[in-house]
């Protein structure tokens, strides 16, 4: 959408809940949904751009300019996330953003990346100013890893894995690995020894198993069971532990809330999805969520002005 229609771009949303990070502040530094990978489970659906070229993507002062807006509103946080709508590693201020986001604030700082750009010094050094980092690994092979995590062309398993060894090396914060688990892809007792090895490798400070809680990108993706969670935690061994279940109450609740304040906001007035994330302070491609659903029932309906697409509140819902 055209920004100069629909209002400001938001870069700032949340807080959300999340079970490793309490109450997560999101600031989106990539428009979507541009990463360096296209994984089969994405909640945000395919990458509409698949790249590893490192851009200075967003006007970096807007997005210090709002976050400091909403620290000074009073919005609290038990973390500034850095992440969003694609790979925060492709921003070349990636650094300068941690920086700003110091110089604002004593709450820490953490990144959500894939990790595949950490092969890349300067992507270490700047990933090392955070308090926290949440690489992925969700195979332990190259087969595995294209069938899930569909690379760009000059990513591969093995620079990844690289990456993530000298990035442990040279970073003093808490890197907490997830892995994502799909029944019957990446589940086997012979695939899970093999990401078991990449992960002593790679000596991360926690490792999280996550499954399909929210719909992903590809619709044959299938979540796995707890007790099969439950059974390779204790094949990874310490520090393993599963997320892939919890989150989904405080995000179901997170969700209502969410949809309430939509709802509320459109009874007010007419308004798009740009000025929905803005006044709310929520991503965009979280609005899109929203909205979506709220119009598939009925609660919310959507005009064409001026090239722009209006929602509207209707007058019972709730």
Not at 60 to 68: G, P
Not at 239 to 247: F, H, K, R, T
Not at 293 to 303: K, P, S
């Amino acid at each position: 959408m055209d920004a100069e229609k629909d209002g400001p771009v938001s870069y700032v949303y949340g807080p959300v809940p999340s079970r490793r990070l309490g109450l997560s502040l999101g600031v989106d530094i990539i428009p979507p949904k541009i990463c360096t990978l296209d994984c089969v489970y994405c909640q945000l659906g395919r990458t509409t751009a698949k790249s590893t070229d490192r851009r200075d993507f967003v006007d970096i002062d807007a997005v210090l300019s709002e976050l400091r807006q909403k620290l000074q509103a009073g919005i609290r946080a038990d973390y500034i996330t850095i992440g969003g709508s694609g790979e925060p590693t492709l921003n070349t201020r990636l650094g300068e953003v941690v920086d700003g986001v110091r110089r604002l604030t004593d709450i820490p700082v953490a990144i959500l990346t894939n990790g595949t750009l950490l092969c890349q010094a300067q992507v270490r050094a700047e990933c090392a100013r955070a308090d926290v980092v949440i690489p992925s690994l969700d195979a332990g092979d190259a087969a595995v890893f294209e069938a899930v995590n569909r690379p760009a062309r000059d990513i591969t398993i093995e620079k990844l894995v690289s990456g993530l060894q000298r990035f442990r090396g040279e970073f003093a914060g808490q890197i907490w690995l997830e892995v994502f688990l799909i029944a019957g892809v990446n589940t086997g007792p012979e695939q899970i020894e093999k990401i078991r090895g990449l992960i002593h490798q790679i000596r991360p400070d926690k490792i999280h198993l996550n499954t399909a809680v929210r719909p992903p990108a590809e619709p044959n993706v299938e979540p796995l069971s707890r007790e099969a969670l439950d059974a390779i935690v204790r094949q990874i061994g310490p520090n393993c532990e599963v997320i892939g279940e919890a989150p989904a109450v405080l995000t179901e609740r997170h969700d209502r809330r969410a949809e309430a304040d939509v709802v509320s906001m459109l009874k007010r007035r007419p308004c798009s999805v740009e000025d929905i994330a803005s006044g709310l302070g929520m991503n965009r491609s979280e609005v899109v969520k929203h909205v979506t659903r709220l119009r598939d029932l009925g609660g919310i309906h959507a005009e064409q002005r001026g090239g722009v697409t209006y929602f509207h509140a209707r007058p019972d819902a709730t």
